[in-house]
């Protein structure tokens, strides 16, 4: 039930929601990127939210054990909780998806703007963990989106036509604990990389 094998097999079933996670973090990214107004103040504050718990991980007396204890910690519970708040018709995932997707499009664009190297930005600081970080995140919505499209369905069906084996909730219920299961173990491996890898690429 928790093999990796399973695992994949899972996100096969739910294809239509992992599409529409990458085109909302997509989709963010880009209104970070053009951000304007109300948009661009909001997503100040959320760097400067990261900015100051980044400073207050550096001071403390083992920075690396400190940046990877909060980086797990707060990614991997909110990427379990984000799965199951998706029961609210899947609107909270796909909030999350737009913020997280518009906070790196803005930094990128500010980055750019203010003459920063984006080669240390993007390759140092983003791509090494990053690339397990935004796609286990991205699976974690899309459970969450298919949660929501769930109790949709449950709710306004028709009672035509044979249900869906990932419609059943037994079954979905199994997925979803054996994605919140790797999700949690891909981003312990992405705070890993972060907290040494990145860390020292960017120190």
């Known amino acids: 039930m928790l ?3 399973t695992f994949i097999k899972d996100l096969g079933t739910i294809r239509k929601a992992l599409l529409l996670a ?26 400067k939210g990261i900015s100051e718990i980044s400073g207050n991980l550096r001071e403390s007396s083992n920075p690396q054990w400190s940046f990877f204890v909060f980086i797990f910690l707060n990614n991997s519970i909110k990427s379990v909780v984000i799965i199951f708040l998706g029961a609210l018709f899947g609107i909270l995932p796909a909030f999350f998806l737009l913020i997280n997707g518009a906070v790196i499009g803005y930094l990128i664009h500010l980055s750019a703007i203010q003459g920063q190297d984006l080669f240390t ?3 140092k600081g983003l791509l090494p963990h990053g690339i397990i970080e935004i796609p286990a995140i991205i699976i974690a919505c899309a ?19 044979e249900e869906k084996p990932e419609s059943r909730w037994p079954f ?7 994605a919140s299961v790797w999700i949690v173990i891909l981003l312990l491996v992405a705070a890993v990389i972060e907290s040494t890898i990145t860390f020292s690429l960017l120190s």
């Open 143 to 161: 459970f969450g989106l298919k949660f929501g499209s769930n109790v949709l369905s449950a709710l306004f069906k028709s009672g035509r036509g």
């Open 172 to 178: 979905f219920m199994r997925q979803t604990f054996t």
């Open 3 to 5: 093999s990796i094998v």
């Open 22 to 47: 990458v085109l909302l973090f997509i989709a963010g990214g880009i209104l970070g990127w053009i951000g304007t107004g109300s948009l661009q103040q909001l997503l100040n504050e959320q760097l």
């Open 121 to 123: 930005l993007i390759v």
